[in-house]
């Protein structure tokens, strides 16, 4: 009985002993995430490069090899180009707007003023909200009889005017009155420009703000000594100081409205005629509704070498945040 | 500030926060709208309006309920929300189970090159959904899973468990290393140290990693759409879209509702743990 017990402490001791030391821990309790995130991402990943190399249809997990006829064939395809055009449209369309927005609202927001925390509240709501259900209300807003976007221009007269300017600049030729937010190639790009902005800018401004609360405030008092002021303080210490943080933001939007799906999916389904296709959208109609899954993974793993750019140049610039 | 920085601030502050919330706004009116309200396209949408159009400041009686109990009453949506809680829970469970000691390793005990493994970890994060759909939905429908919840618990992770990684190993990197040293000299097993000094003082961390995983969930959209095809399987963001759009009749205020009513204590939630959350997010990058 002692005996037993005396070797079952030992054996408890050694292994305490193998637990204690550092590196053996570290690995224990790393390795179950990562060979979790093999199985689920890593796997997967592999499997999608091997098949957009097939000829593999719904249904099936396999198929015979193609080489790249998959990548010319969708590159090839009308469609599948417009797509690639409208994922850099609302990527650059949404964040440029996003900046610029989220560089005046940050700058106003870390003032304290009267009811800044209600203000904060309804600037975070995009963000908050689950998008799908977000773009759902924007369905709704955007709706071409009952919406409130068409129903307000009409009421302030700016209807007509606004269809003209659409002529004018060449984005709409015959847009009619009530407008067809959803329902007209171009306008509908402009539509989807929107709702992306509208969703990211919460969450770069968000981070505008951390960075600028990460500037030691020597910075400021030092800036100050030295006279800078206005448009020279700006230049020469706000935004160099600022630039990386806004570009790690700014890549995350990127990142975000490439990828995403539920948006154009709900609002337009990628049409009129296509012509709002993006490439997870197209990945998804020859994909699973087409059946061609080969090909299918193919247009999605066009995305990953933009997603390689920009990630590469997020951690440059988050180590350049860093180092300053 | 003086008086004209007050007013400059708020003359830019407001036209933003108009505009970011106004489809909430919208859509809560657009909730408790009656039929015949809607349909006349020349009543005001900002407000609710009596049969000849005009605004009332008792506007509550000319608002109703109905659509509301609809969508309780006659559709799917009580399961969907059922099947979102399960899902999110569950999913939380898995990622916390796999992030805390992965992300405490990271930020102890892995020293020189925790910092870089954390960084390749976020980046899983960044392989989206988008890429991996297509051979997920065939090995989901090989392994049976199809249609199940289950389906969209084992997936899930994916995305979670990278970002919550991430989170974690920030907060705690913020916990002074002396509090476990000391139950160390006491005699403590790290492991213990970990449950007994980290565990406690980290709660508010991991309860904003808990809040953001499950948003994440709820967030999902392409996932839960091709995975699940029965609507009583669904969850709110897959449901709603697919069953709730009915060809080109639309129940505005149904849907409407089944939106809103998600989005608002999510939202709540958001916005209490946000400064938290951003300081475990950016943590790792900028300190």
């Not at chain 1, 925390?117 to 071409?144: E, G, K, M, N």
């Not at chain 1, 976007?149 to 600049?169: E, K, S, Y």
């Not at chain 1, 998804?284 to 390689?308: C, Q, R, T, W």
Request: hydrophobic share 55%; charged share 15%.
């Amino acid at each position: 009985m002692e005996a037993h017990a005396a070797r079952a402490g030992s054996r408890e001791r050694r292994w305490r002993h193998v637990l204690e030391s550092r590196r053996v821990l570290a690995v224990l309790l790393i390795a179950p995430a990562v060979v979790f995130m093999a199985l689920v991402v890593g796997v997967p990943f592999a499997w999608a490069i091997y098949l957009s190399f097939t000829d593999a249809i719904g249904g099936s997990l396999t198929g015979s090899w193609v080489g790249l006829d998959n990548f010319t064939n969708a590159w090839e395809d009308d469609n599948f180009r417009r797509a690639v055009r409208n994922t850099l449209i609302f990527t650059l369309g949404s964040q440029v707007i996003v900046l610029v927005g989220a560089a005046v609202l940050s700058n106003f927001l870390v003032r304290d003023f009267r009811g800044k925390w209600i203000v904060r509240f309804l600037v975070v709501l995009p963000w908050a909200a689950p998008v799908v259900l977000s773009t759902i209300a924007w369905l709704w807003l955007l709706d071409s009889l009952y919406s409130v976007t068409n129903w307000t221009l009409a009421r302030l007269h700016l209807d007509n005017g606004l269809v003209w300017l659409l002529g004018a600049v060449n984005l709409e030729e015959d847009a009619q009155v009530p407008l067809q937010w959803l329902g007209r190639p171009n306008l509908a790009l402009l539509a989807l420009t929107i709702v992306h902005a509208w969703r990211i800018l919460p969450f770069a401004v968000v981070i505008f703000i951390a960075g600028r609360a990460s500037i030691p405030n020597e910075v400021e008092d030092a800036s100050k000594i030295d006279g800078a002021t206005g448009v020279k303080k700006l230049w020469y210490v706000d935004i160099p100081l600022q630039l990386p943080i806004a570009l790690v933001a700014v890549l995350f939007g990127i990142v975000f409205t490439a990828v995403d799906f539920a948006v154009v999916y709900i609002l337009t389904r990628g049409g009129p005629f296509n012509s709002t296709q993006v490439l997870p959208t197209w990945a998804y109609f020859i994909g699973i509704d087409g059946g061609s899954l080969g090909e299918g993974a193919a247009i999605s793993l066009f995305l990953f070498p933009l997603l390689m750019v920009v990630t590469v140049a997020m951690l440059f610039f988050a180590r350049r945040a860093q180092v300053s | 500030m003086t008086r004209r920085q007050k007013l400059t601030t708020y003359a830019v502050v407001v036209p933003f926060a108009i505009f970011l919330a106004f489809p909430f706004y919208f859509a809560l009116v657009t909730m408790f709208k009656t039929n015949l309200d809607l349909a006349n396209v020349e009543n005001s949408p900002y407000v609710y309006n009596d049969l000849e159009g005009n605004f009332h400041w008792d506007f509550w009686n000319y608002a109703t309920f109905e659509h509301v109990t609809f969508l309780f009453e006659e559709t799917n949506y009580p399961r969907w929300l059922l099947n979102t809680a399960v899902v999110g829970l569950a999913v939380v469970a898995i990622t916390l189970a796999l992030a805390m000691p992965a992300g405490y390793a990271l930020a102890r005990l892995a020293g020189g090159w925790g910092q870089g493994a954390g960084v390749a970890i976020f980046l899983v994060y960044l392989i989206p959904p988008t890429l991996l759909f297509l051979p997920l939905s065939r090995l989901i429908t090989q392994l049976d899973l199809k249609d199940s919840l289950w389906s969209l618990i084992l997936i899930y992770p994916s995305f979670t468990v990278p970002f919550a990684t991430w989170l974690l190993m920030g907060f705690f990197k913020t916990i002074p290393q002396e509090l476990e040293d000391a139950a160390l000299i006491d005699g403590a097993s790290r492991l213990r140290a970990f449950a007994v000094i980290v565990l406690p003082i980290s709660l508010p961390g991991i309860l904003t990693v808990v809040i953001f995983a499950f948003s994440l969930c709820v967030n999902e959209f392409i996932y839960a759409f091709t995975f699940i095809s029965s609507s009583e399987q669904r969850t709110i963001s897959a449901g709603i879209p697919n069953d709730l759009i009915r060809g080109d009749v639309f129940f505005w205020q149904s849907l409407i509702s089944a939106t809103l009513i998600p989005a608002i204590p999510l939202a709540l939630l958001y916005n209490a743990f946000l400064d938290r959350f951003i300081k475990g997010f950016t943590g790792g990058a900028f300190r």
